[in-house]
């Protein structure tokens, strides 16, 4: 199985037990299970980590160029603002999916900027919790591609 | 099997003729065939329509509204400047996914404003005519909460 | 009477059937009966058409050029994105009268540009179908004015 | 009959006597009982007022709560600059109908910009002193939806 | 005690009557009271002043500075468009405290402007008619600052 | 002799009494004095009025029409937020010199936009108390070309 | 003789007919006709094509992939509003010249914006029918460069 | 008495030591001292945090849910460049009272956009240390109005 | 007398011979032949210079400062695009007038910024060949000024 | 013969020599020959100058009055920067075509605003040195006009 | 020998492993030898810390303060999103000197905006690794002047 | 030794006569004999011009291409407004380092802007005349790199 790294950024050590109207039910270590296990059937080893410290999720990315081939990344609040995660994705040369749980193009105009989709290979947005389901799908089509090329 | 419809916006029509390098090698008729293929796998009847019109597209999610379950829509060119598709989405009240082959966000300034997406459930972008395949699984997760919680 | 042509631009035909909270429970064949009834007290042969398609709306504005003393005009979604429309009312020198069934400046901020105002005699907005019957009373004023200018 | 207020913003004491061929060759004490006559014939008694000053179009907006049953207000100058009486129009819970003798969207850029708007029921602009007429036809169909509804 | 004008802006008369989830269902009277009342335990005798006309607003600062020892000001609507306020806080030389019922940085953008805020001491916002105690509470320990540093 | 008006703006009251060093140790009496004797040195009979009211500066030029021949105007504060004075000094016909105490250029950004500047003859800032002196020759200058050309 | 097409976008089918003082007199046909005969001249089959449709532009410019060796192209309205001819014009792989009848940079600032110009080899604006004469002379001297370095 | 977090963010820790003439000559730790005991005349029982760190603010606002009544908070340099901050304090659902030493409005421009301030009760800006005692004397009364109408 | 330099930028050569109904019917030499008289009835030397290049503009400035008390100076099409020749006003430290012919604030936004005028003492602009006369008086003012404050 | 002057502005000395790629292989004198040579086909005495500095580009056009019957323009870098170049074109009456070697509106954004564009005929830009021949058949082209219409 | 601080912001730790065509070849450590070495011909004892963390850069730069006599910092991706180390530049009191390894300026908008510039001495960008040792030299240099100037 | 230009803007000849405390008590003269000495310690023979024309520096950069290993360029007030001077930078193909005495990027804003930076090497601003030697230190260790890469 290829390990990749799933990466959650500030504020979603919270899911499930704060406002589950908007964000689901789900509590992160559910939905962390169920991508363990998504990720099972796609033959990727999925690895979770969360962290509200904008250091912290660089220290993460530049870690995983060590084991990982590839990426699955929510930068949360940090999407907006952080030009700094944006330097990280482009440094380390893995395959980084963006993933929201909402819509972000369809809210406050703050969050229709994005640092980071310019170095991402793709974004998935506004599905819940199977937003991260499906960048892992998407994730594995992309390494797929890269041994069938090679 | 629940009817879907995959609507295709502007130029896609030249799909694999040209500039390949950029946008797959697949022509738009074998993208669809493998749409209808992995509509079979998750219980969706996948009917697809191409057109370079913006009255005919929408007057194609008008009809939409007597027969589908949900669209599953790259707007193309469109995205970035038709009002009136956006009213469309919303008017007909179906489930509508965003899909783009190619990841918007990191292109042109101008491609970066959709009036679309306000309308939309999601947006999935970058994975080329996977992005498709993305649309179909997450219109059918939609579907699926749709059936339990009723 | 005087013929003067009521022009409906896209996802109009949906009126009635959808969202009646918002736009009304009149479906567009029923408005378009009562603007017929209505023209004739105000001495106007009252044609209506509706189209998705801006090239479609164009030519109706080109044709009215042959037979029409004045237009009535609802450019729906094309109001805030096309310069080709604007030119056409531009072109064919017929005084035209734009309506909008919602208060589109109380709207979200794509809605309060108008290509289109520029080039027309006025604007009302916001009163539902009655935006329409305004306007043919308008129209009816300023032919009026013609006649007794000559 | 139905008490209303015509209100008349600044400058538009001056009606008729200066720039005739821009505003129409009538006065305001003209317009006035034109519109005092239109009036009667929809049910609607009607009260004008005009002044120069902000200060005290917010009073005579906050005095019709007492009396009228709806306001028909042309803000002239100030409804490009006044979030003072935006809010006084938001205050009163009156149905209010925004009017001006040109057709303000074809003019200068800062007279694009409405601070009012957004609290009125729907705008008519640029059919001169018909525009008041027009206006007192919408609120008169306004307020019989409110008998009808009730 | 010291003398201190608490001057209230455009609309805020009608406070207690209208939209009292909104802006609470004290009249301007009570909050007046209650504000003398405060202001006896500040050592600050309170006098109050409201208009709705921008001159006579200005005027009132003008005059406060013949006997006045600070000011509490809620310029409401008039924030956001009046350099002529700015102008006048600026002149009188007497210490200035902004405040505002509701929360205004999280309302409109348009709100969010303030001319008057940089020829104040400081802003406070949000609390309903407890801003303006707030805003005695912080004048108080300016004018004390002065003393002790005289 | 030829009657003008010199009409002062908001907060040009308190000229002399605050801020000496950046608006000069001169009264509005004294500079009115000063500018009553200039006039009569240009055949000019200078009547001079000060209002803190948008309203009744607007007044002020209205009445101007009756008897004035020219406004030397200094619009101050308002000069820059004020569509109902430029709707004013439009609709009076007569020719208008817009001064100013200090150089607005020079000051802040929001001081360098100007509602009134495009209807005035021209503008004369930065030189205190004599832009009034150099408004009125100004002013005498084009009255004189009216008078050489008719 | 070299095939190419010569593509005409919306409202300039009434060449000719209206606004000959700002447009000309003669009509699309005598335009065409001309254009013809220049063409000859140049070794190059003129062929010609009109629509009101974005969308018929579109597919004109894709089917134009199968015959002609270079466009030139006017898209008049559409110039300013659509990301979709833009990328129709990049997806066919021929060289297109952009022509204009009036000198859009010096008119109204909404036409100074072209999605077009960035994927043609260059522009001609503001000598009217010459513009598309200029615009043949422009792609013969094109082609034969491709000719005499390949 | 009710436990309340006073929230410091970067930079505060250098309070009374450098530019005392600007922010004053008291320490974090006098400050704090200075709010326990106030916060005991308001029945609240102060607990008090400083961090230069983004992601421990994000944290301790976390750990709040847990134990804390409302929250007083000067995010200081992270108030106009952190999405994750707003969306911590939007996702706790505690009161949070927005302060500042400096009265913000009135500084540089970038310091006049608050991404916190959309989500907090309100803000209290310019008062030096006493902005925190205000802060207080917000929340407590917010706290008494929870009780009184629970 | 005092000597002063008024100073031509570029394209005022062509006073008078081209476009006499918008900058009059005086050449540049009988201007500066009227301000040289006008210059000896205010105790002025008046010596001129004119040229089109932006850097004998600033050489002239430069060198000014070893023989003039003064500047009036109409720096034409460079007062919007010309930071060197701020910086040279700045530099060379006497008392500059800014001049223009036409109201500049009156005509196309980009005239309406101007890089000069926050390092002049003052502006006057639209009355024509009497800008620069007006301009003499005010630079006579401020050097008797300069005299009586020594 | 009519004569014309070809003018090129700052840096257009180095054609043939820098960046051939880009440019063309052509220096700016051989450029000049076919320029000559192309004239006398089109009854046109080409005269030509090219200059760096705007003042003797600006000179250059004031002369031309004398001599030239029109004038085929490169602005080059001045094209995005010089109001005083656009002036100087509006004050000669002679009219200009404005040319570019390469496609200016599809470069970098400072690029696309041209001062000079809105007082000339039209422009031509993209066609390397083409672009000059095809300047100098509309300059004959209009030229041609002048004669049959007088 | 002076000790000062040379402080490596984000994504500065991978330097040398990736991209090494952009950022060259040299790891962080030995480019902090270089710089070690460097500073001792300088009369610097270099220390060096690198942090991925915005608070742990603000710590350092707040520890600074009791040891070092200047700064020698590349914010790298928080030059442009952080106002809390501006805020932690101004108040340690001590010179910065601002560096980049590549020229920001030259590259993507959004990195032309500094939060940091503003509060350091000088910026030295565009020179790979050597941009630290300029940085290194030019903060020598002001040192040396405050000795002599002391 | 390598012959290298040192290129000063415009107002670089007052240098040490105005303004000492902010531009240094160093005439040009001074510092060139500097720079020539720091020269020879690198091995680079310095030649040094400076002009107060835009046109005359372009000229200067053109030449240098005959006898010039790099440039150090101080464009002053042209860095922000020249366009020609951009193009010229890029033109020469010679190695540019821009340098500037005082922190640009910490002064009004319009002098945040540089057309030049993008075609130069790297920057260094706010060092006063160290920014030169800098700048010739940096192009020294620019020229050693292409030697030792060749």
């Not at 504020?11 to 990720?39: K, M, T, W």
């Not at 907006?80 to 995660?85: F, K, P, Y």
Request: proline share 3%.
């Amino acid at each position: 199985m290829k390990p990749v790294l799933v990466l959650h950024g500030p504020n979603l050590n919270l899911l499930g037990e704060r406002e589950p109207g908007v964000y689901g039910s789900l509590s992160l270590d559910e939905i962390n299970q169920r991508l363990v296990a998504h990720g099972q059937q796609l033959d990727l080893e999925v690895h979770t980590f969360q962290s509200n410290s904008e250091g912290a999720l660089i220290d993460a990315l530049h870690e995983a160029r060590g084991w990982a081939r590839g990426v699955v990344f929510n930068p949360a609040g940090y999407t907006h603002t952080s030009v700094a995660l944006r330097d990280a994705v482009a440094a380390i040369g893995l395959p980084v999916v963006e993933v929201h749980l909402s819509n972000i193009d369809a809210r406050e105009e703050f969050r229709q900027r994005s640092f980071v989709a310019a170095v991402c290979l793709g974004r998935i947005a506004g599905f819940g919790w199977r937003s991260y389901v499906l960048g892992l799908q998407a994730l594995a089509g992309v390494l797929e591609d890269q041994i069938s090329s090679s």
